[in-house]
C-alpha cells in the first residue's frame, strides 16, 4: 500500500506570495491533518479535515486555510507569506472514524523556505 | 495552552544498552498518549500507544509507561540498535479531538556503535 504522498517536497517563496501544497493520503483513508514544524515550536497542529470537512482548527491565522476533496485528497494554503512561515509542513493520514484515529502516518513534508 | 513535553533534548546511548526517553504532560483529560519516531528526512512514524486507564503496555522492544499520578509518560527501548537514532516525540490524543495530536518538543537519541 502506497505511503502519504506530498507534493512538492521544497519549495522557495518569497514574503507576500501565497503557496498551495498538496497531500495524497493512503488509500481508504478519510481523515488528513496537517501540521507545522519548526526548530522553535516543534510540531503544531494546524487543521483537520474529514470527509471533505474542517474537523479541528489549531491556532493558526486566518491566512493558513485548507480543503479536502471528495477523494481525500487535501490541500492547505498559506496566503502573504511571512519569513516566520517558513518550517516543514506535514500531512498525516488515519482512518479517522475509529477510536484510533490518533494513528496517524504522516508524509515526508513539504519544506517551504520564505524569503 | 496545555501541552506534552520531553525532559531532555538529547540522549546518548551505547548500541545494546537499554534507553529510556521521559515526556511530561499536564493535559490530565487526554485519553491517549503516543509515541512517534522521526528519522531524518522523513515524517514521524508511530511507535506505539497507551490509553489512559493503562499503566503500561509493551510492543517489539519498546515498552511505554504511564504514570498518571505525576502525570509522566516514559519510552523504554530495549537492546538499542543504530537503526533506533532518531528524534522521539511523545503526543496525546482526545478522542473528541479527532485526529488531532498536541505534540512534545522531542528527545533526539543517538546510538553509537
Known amino acids: 500500500k502506497a505511503g502519504v504522498t506530498q507534493t512538492p517536497r521544497y519549495l522557495i517563496k518569497t514574503r507576500g506570495q501565497q503557496v498551495t501544497l498538496s497531500c495524497s493520503p493512503i488509500?481508504?483513508?478519510?481523515?488528513v491533518s496537517w501540521y507545522q514544524q519548526t526548530p522553535g515550536q516543534g510540531l503544531q497542529f494546524l487543521f483537520e479535515y474529514f470527509s471533505e470537512t474542517q474537523r479541528n482548527k489549531g491556532n493558526f491565522p486566518g491566512r493558513f486555510s485548507g480543503r479536502q476533496f471528495s477523494n481525500s485528497r487535501s490541500e492547505m494554503n498559506v496566503s502573504t507569506l511571512e519569513l516566520g512561515d517558513s518550517a516543514l509542513y506535514l500531512c498525516?493520514?488515519?482512518?479517522?472514524?475509529?477510536?484510533?484515529?490518533?494513528?496517524?502516518?504522516f508524509g515526508p513534508g513539504t519544506r517551504l523556505t520564505v524569503t | 495552552g496545555e501541552s506534552v513535553g520531553l525532559h531532555l533534548p538529547t540522549l546518548s546511548v551505547q548500541e545494546g544498552d537499554n534507553s529510556i526517553i521521559n515526556c511530561a504532560y499536564s493535559?490530565?483529560?487526554?485519553?491517549?498518549f503516543i509515541w512517534y519516531k522521526q528519522e531524518s528526512g522523513k515524517g514521524p512514524q508511530f511507535i506505539i500507544d497507551i490509553r489512559s486507564n493503562m499503566d503500561k503496555r509493551q510492543g517489539q522492544r519498546v515498552t511505554v509507561l504511564l504514570n498518571k499520578t505525576v502525570k509522566h509518560l516514559s519510552l523504554q527501548i530495549a537492546a538499542t540498535q543504530p537503526g533506533d537514532s532518531a528524534v522521539y516525540f511523545c503526543?496525546?490524543?482526545?478522542?473528541?479531538?479527532?485526529?488531532?495530536?498536541?505534540f512534545g518538543e522531542g528527545t533526539q537519541l543517538t546510538v553509537n556503535p
Open positions: 488509500s481508504g483513508h478519510r481523515s
Open positions: 498525516a493520514s488515519s482512518l479517522g472514524w475509529t477510536s484510533r484515529s490518533y494513528e496517524q502516518y
Open positions: 503526543a496525546e490524543n482526545k478522542e473528541t479531538s479527532g485526529s488531532r495530536l498536541t
Open positions: 493535559n490530565s483529560a487526554s485519553d491517549y
